[in-house]
């Protein structure tokens, strides 16, 4: 494992497990609304707390951007931090969250970690040596029909302006494919779509620190990842399409026809 990567699991791994201790106390927790349907818990920033000393004791020189403490630093090296992703579902005891750090050196995502303590899965990635779930090897799904396909995605939920052009896109994929699902942590859709669970995932107005890690966990496993007019934009934009070669191109053309000048770009 490379030596950064391994650092970066290791401080996944202590901040997911505090995360699954502090499930057993959700009342007795404080809870902020930062926008509607925005949700950060103390659990939150005790959790990006650890990430971040962890990262910074080993490399001081790196920068760091992340959910709560935004962009602290400058450096060829950005750690890019969700320290709790999924926090709606963790606040209402549906088991379905993660940690997620992923590492861009010089504009290029290069190690990814994707922790779900859960399920104690440990998703990582290291650029050019292939995307893993807990040491065994991850290849996304073979699939080639739309038709046969499961979908992962994330539906609107504070940031309206693409709201009608994604119920679009919605109804046409529904109409498509063998179903939809909407998990409630993009981190572990994407980390998914690596592992074949899912044969494609689409979300729009995502942050970096949703997309970082599992962007590079999918093309690490054989899949596709680009935003939804098929450009390589989507860290900025946050409108993303990953899935396998097959039905990626597939859903690139689904897509295609209700994209508004907000979502090519």
């Known amino acids: 494992m490379h030596p950064m990567l391994n650092i970066a699991v290791k401080a996944a791994i202590r901040a997911g497990k505090m995360?699954?201790?502090?499930?057993?106390?959700?009342?007795?927790?404080t809870v902020t609304k930062k926008s509607h349907a925005d949700y950060v818990s103390e659990v939150d920033r005790a959790a990006?707390?650890?990430?971040?000393?962890?990262?910074?004791?080993?490399?001081?020189s790196h920068a760091i951007l992340a959910e709560e403490g935004g962009a602290q630093g400058e450096s060829e090296y950005v750690w890019i931090i969700d320290p709790l992703d999924g926090t709606t579902n963790f606040l209402h005891g549906v088991p379905q969250y993660a940690v997620s750090i992923g590492?861009?050196?010089?504009?290029?995502?290069?190690?990814?970690?994707?922790?779900?303590?859960?399920?104690?899965?440990?998703?990582?990635?290291?650029?050019?040596?292939?995307?893993?779930?807990n040491d065994k090897r991850l290849r996304v799904s073979k699939r080639k029909e739309l038709a046969d396909s499961?979908?992962?995605?994330?539906?609107?939920?504070?940031?309206?302006?693409?709201?009608?052009?994604?119920?679009?896109?919605?109804?046409?994929?529904?109409?498509?494919?063998?179903?939809?699902?909407?998990?409630?942590?993009?981190?572990?859709d994407l980390a998914w779509t690596a592992a074949g669970r899912f044969d494609c995932f689409f979300e729009t107005a995502l942050k970096p620190w949703d997309i970082a890690a599992g962007a590079l966990?999918?093309?690490?496993?054989?899949?596709?990842?680009?935003?939804?007019?098929?450009?390589?934009?989507?860290?900025a934009s946050g409108n993303l399409c990953a899935g396998n070669p097959f039905i990626h191109e597939q859903m690139l053309q689904v897509i295609a026809p209700?994209?508004?000048?907000?979502?090519k770009s």
């Open 150 to 188: 499961l979908i992962g995605t994330g539906f609107p939920y504070t940031r309206f302006e693409h709201k009608d052009a994604y119920m679009a896109i919605f109804t046409d994929v529904m109409e498509k494919t063998a179903g939809l699902r909407r998990p409630g942590a993009a981190s572990l």
């Open 103 to 133: 590492l861009q050196h010089n504009g290029v995502l290069t190690q990814a970690v994707i922790y779900d303590p859960t399920r104690n899965d440990l998703f990582t990635a290291t650029r050019g040596r292939g995307a893993f779930l």
């Open 19 to 29: 995360i699954y201790r502090a499930a057993d106390n959700l009342d007795h927790l």
């Open 258 to 263: 209700h994209l508004t000048p907000g979502l």
């Open 48 to 60: 990006e707390r650890i990430i971040v000393e962890a990262l910074l004791a080993a490399y001081p």
């Open 217 to 235: 966990l999918v093309s690490e496993a054989g899949g596709i990842v680009t935003d939804l007019a098929g450009n390589q934009n989507y860290l």
